[in-house]
C-alpha cells in the first residue's frame, strides 16, 4: 500500500481528522509497522493527495490529522477495452491498469471467451471496487475510474463505440497483422486488447470498420498482462 | 501451451518420431482435447520450430510424427537486469520476460529486497528452467535464456556489469528522475529495473557510473510486472 486512500465517512466530523479501524489500520500498524508521530501518504477517493500524521493507536484503530494539499496524477487519455479473462487474472489486470492511471476501461466479449467467466462474483461491483482501489493505492492515486462491463460484442461495438473513439487514435491489437505498435501516440488513443489469440476476423473487421486500426506487439504470442502494459507503454 | 517443446530424449531413435509421456500429454489429451490426426506447434529445446501429428494415444502416451523446419523467431537485442523479488512474483516475471524473447537475464541484489527471497527455492535451476520453458511455451519459442544470479550487488556491477553492457544502450528505471523512459531505441539495449521503490542512490550512482542513464516510465509506482514489461515495450 504506497497510500491510504480514506472517504468522506473517515473523517471525524468537521475536522481534518480521520479515524480508521479496517484492513488499512491493519496494514499501516502490522506491515508498515507506523506509530504514533510517523508520517504517512494519504488521499481522499476522488479527491486531493496529501500527507497524514497518527495522532493515537489504540486497539487496531488509528487516528490521522491528514492535509490534503495536491492534486493527483494527471489521468492517462486513454480508454481500454479488454475481452474477458479467467477471473484470477482479470484481478491482476483490473489492478494494473489503474495502477498505470486508467480511467475508462470496458470489459467485453468476444467469441474466444469462455462463456463461464461472466458469471464470476470477481465482475460485481463490490469486488471491482476492491480492485480499482487497490490499484490506486498501488498508483499513488485517488481518481477511481469507470468500468463498463459490455457481454455483447455487437451492441457494444454498433452502439456506443463510437461515441468512445471519437477525437481518439484507436488501435485494436492483432497477432496477425503486419503493422507493429506505433510509439508515443502524444494523443488520447481507444485501445482493445482481445483474449489470448486475439479478436476472431468477424470482431477485428467491427473494429476497423469502427475505425480501428489493427496492430501487433512483436511475432510471440504473449500473456494478456504483458500484452496490456506493454501496448500501453509504448503508445502512451 | 501455445507450443509443445521437446528435447533430444523424446525422440524414437534416429527417427521423427516422438514418443511423451509427461504434463505435456496430458495437457494436449485433456486441455486441447486433440487425439490421433490432430496436429500440434512443436519446437526443438534449443532448436527449430515445426508441426506434429499424433499419430498414436495409448495411456495417456502420445506418438507424434514430427517435422521441424522453421528458425525461432529473432531474440529481444534486451539484457534485463532486475532485483530479485517475491518467490511468486518472480515467478510470473521469468516466465513473462522469456515469453518476450528476452535472452539473458539477470537477478541482482538491491538494497530494498529481503534478505529471505534468496533463499527460495525458485532460484534453484530446475525450477528456474521450469519457468523458463513455460515462457517459451507462451511465447512459442525455443531458445532456453541464460539466467545469471547475483546475490551481491557491488561485485556484480564492477566486475560483470561492463562487459555485459558494452555496445549497448543501458537505461535504469528510476522513480525519482526527470528523464522519461524513450522510445524504440533500435539497438542492443540493457535494462535495469530494481525493487519496488527503486534502486537506492548508492545502486543508482554505481549504474550511472557504469555507463546507465536513468528513465522513469511516468509518476505513478508500477508493480514489477507491469514496470518491466511495459519498459520493454517501449524500448524495444
Known amino acids: 500500500m ?43 477517493i476522488n ?9 493515537h493507536v489504540e486497539e487496531g484503530k488509528i487516528e490521522i490529522d491528514v492535509v490534503l494539499d495536491r492534486e493527483p496524477p494527471a489521468p492517462l487519455q486513454l480508454t481500454l477495452i479488454f475481452a474477458m479473462v479467467r477471473p484470477r487474472v482479470f484481478k491482476r489486470v483490473l489492478t494494473q491498469v489503474t495502477a498505470m492511471g486508467i480511467k475508462k476501461i470496458v470489459v467485453v466479449n468476444s467469441f474466444r471467451v469462455e462463456k463461464s467467466f461472466w458469471k464470476s462474483p470477481v465482475l460485481e461491483k463490490e469486488s471491482l471496487n476492491k480492485y480499482l482501489i487497490r490499484g490506486l493505492e498501488q498508483g499513488q ?17 454498433e452502439d456506443e463505440l463510437p461515441d468512445i473513439v471519437k477525437s481518439t487514435h484507436s488501435f485494436v491489437a492483432h497477432p496477425y497483422t503486419s503493422e507493429p505498435c506505433p ?15 486475439g479478436f476472431i476476423p468477424y470482431e477485428v473487421k467491427k473494429l476497423i470498420e469502427c475505425g480501428f ?24
Chains 1, 2 share one sequence.
Not at 141 to 157: N, Q
Not at 214 to 232: F, Q
Open 2 to 44: 504506497n497510500l491510504i486512500l480514506l472517504s468522506k465517512n473517515d473523517f471525524i466530523e468537521d475536522t481534518g481528522r480521520v479515524r480508521i479501524q479496517d484492513h488499512r489500520s491493519a496494514h499501516i500498524l502490522k506491515v508498515n509497522k507506523s506509530s504514533v508521530g510517523d508520517e504517512l501518504r494519504v488521499g481522499l
Open 47 to 55: 479527491g486531493k493527495l496529501g500527507c497524514g500524521r497518527i495522532t
Open 141 to 157: 492515486d485517488t481518481i477511481v475510474p469507470e468500468v463498463l462491463i459490455r457481454p455483447l460484442f455487437k451492441p457494444f461495438v
Open 183 to 197: 510509439y508515443n501516440i502524444g494523443s488520447p488513443v481507444t485501445l482493445a486488447v482481445g483474449p489470448e489469440g
Open 213 to 236: 486500426s489493427a496492430v501487433h506487439l512483436g511475432e510471440r504470442t504473449l500473456h494478456v498482462e504483458s500484452a496490456i502494459s506493454g501496448l500501453i507503454s509504448r503508445l502512451m
